[in-house]
């Protein structure tokens, strides 16, 4: 009698241990009953060989399922890369927008910049240009015509028309870099 309880402990064990495997790696909904009752193990008292034997025949259906899941859970990271692509190509396809629309309204500005410098007397334009940055005054000086660069850099202080002077050398230079300062 002991002998025969202990063989019923160990099928109950073994066969809940079976069922708690298969259930984890089951999608939740997806054990029905008759999956459950092709999965149990025979009725009466099992030996250690059958509940071996039992293991063995559920590992590829267990294996299956869990391929099956990882199968489905790598199609939804691959949608969300997806949807995240194209997030990211409208934002890209927004900042191009914007970028055009600023290089734009700079090449407009900077047309617009030179002109009004160009229409400007010299005595006036370079106390103006002293105070900006000196490679932009050096670009806008170089815009102009050359008469009128001349005179500009005539009624800045010598110090101011030296720098932007340089500016405008070092930017013919190929041999310096960008930053002329």
């Known amino acids: 009698m002991m002998d025969n309880v202990d063989h019923k402990s ?3 064990l073994a066969g809940t241990v079976v069922l708690a495997a298969f ?17 149990s193990p025979p009725a009466g008292g099992a030996t250690q ?19 099956l899941l990882q199968k489905q859970e790598l199609e939804k990271l691959q949608a969300e890369v997806d949807q995240r692509i194209g997030v990211l190509e409208q934002r890209k396809a927004e900042y191009e927008d914007w970028l055009k629309r600023r ?3 700079m090449k407009q500005a900077e047309v617009n910049l030179i002109e009004i410098y160009k229409n400007m007397k010299a005595d006036a334009a370079a106390p ?7 490679v932009l005054a050096a670009a806008i000086v170089m815009k102009l015509p050359a008469r009128q660069s001349s005179q500009i850099l005539s009624e800045m202080t ?9 500016v405008m050398s070092s930017a013919a230079d190929p041999t310096t870099s960008r930053d002329p300062s």
């Open 128 to 134: 103006q240009l002293e105070k900006i940055d000196p």
């Open 23 to 39: 259930l984890m790696v089951a999608p939740s909904g997806v054990a029905r009953a008759e999956d459950v009752a092709a999965l």
């Open 158 to 166: 010598a110090e101011k028309a030296a720098i932007v002077a340089g």
């Open 10 to 12: 160990r099928f109950s």
């Open 103 to 105: 290089n734009d309204f």
């Open 49 to 67: 060989q059958e509940i071996q034997q039992f293991c063995t025949s559920i590992a590829d259906p267990a294996r299956d399922q869990r391929y």
